[in-house]
């Protein structure tokens, strides 16, 4: 059950600039703004990873913002402080090792050798870069673009862009690894 709950928290978070945009377009911004705020606190009160804290604050803060002052753009900021709040998560892992992707390589590779280590340190740089120039396009959608323009933005071209990131780090890894393996 709890995975379940889980499931449908990431999935309402992933499908959120959609449900702001249909609810943008019929009026209805009230309920995402009490959505967001269910959401952060399920998360807040749930035993989850601390290091989503700041993703869980700016639900929180966006949503209640929204809700007080009745405008929508509190929403559509969003998508901004994941953004900021995922580059406070892997900057803090670069303070505090292991490193973020580290973390996600030792998943698939416990035994993770020193150069898999600096690898990840580095790309877990890549990610910081990554996430605050999300950031400033995820700002300028809300402040210069349309709606439409915010959602295309924000519910799939972000995504797009992560995964490609992912990817690309996932495969350089296992090249970089048998690059580095092959000369010992």
């Not at 889980?6 to 249909?22: R, S």
């Not at 405008?71 to 892992?93: C, D, E, Q």
């Not at 898999?116 to 910081?128: E, L, M, S």
Request: aromatic content about 14%.
């Amino acid at each position: 059950m709890k995975f379940i709950l889980k499931g449908i928290i990431t999935a309402l978070f992933v499908l959120y600039p959609f449900i702001v945009g249909w609810s943008l377009t019929h009026g209805q911004f009230i309920w995402v703004s009490l959505l967001l705020i269910g959401l952060g606190v399920v998360r807040l009160f749930g035993k989850g990873n601390s290091l989503l804290w700041p993703l869980t604050g700016f639900a929180i803060v966006c949503g209640s913002l929204s809700l007080l002052s009745h405008n929508h753009a509190w929403l559509k900021l969003y998508p901004v402080g994941m953004s900021l709040g995922a580059l406070i998560i892997f900057s803090l892992t670069l303070i505090k090792p292991p490193s973020m992707i580290e973390r996600f390589a030792r998943l698939v590779e416990p035994d993770l050798p020193d150069s898999g280590v600096q690898w990840t340190r580095q790309v877990t740089k890549v990610w910081c870069v990554f996430f605050f120039c999300n950031a400033l396009i995820a700002l300028s959608t809300v402040l210069f673009t349309s709606t439409q323009v915010w959602v295309i933005y924000n519910g799939f071209i972000s995504y797009v862009l992560m995964g490609i990131l992912f990817l690309g780090e996932f495969i350089l890894r296992k090249r970089h690894q048998r690059l580095h393996s092959s000369n010992h």
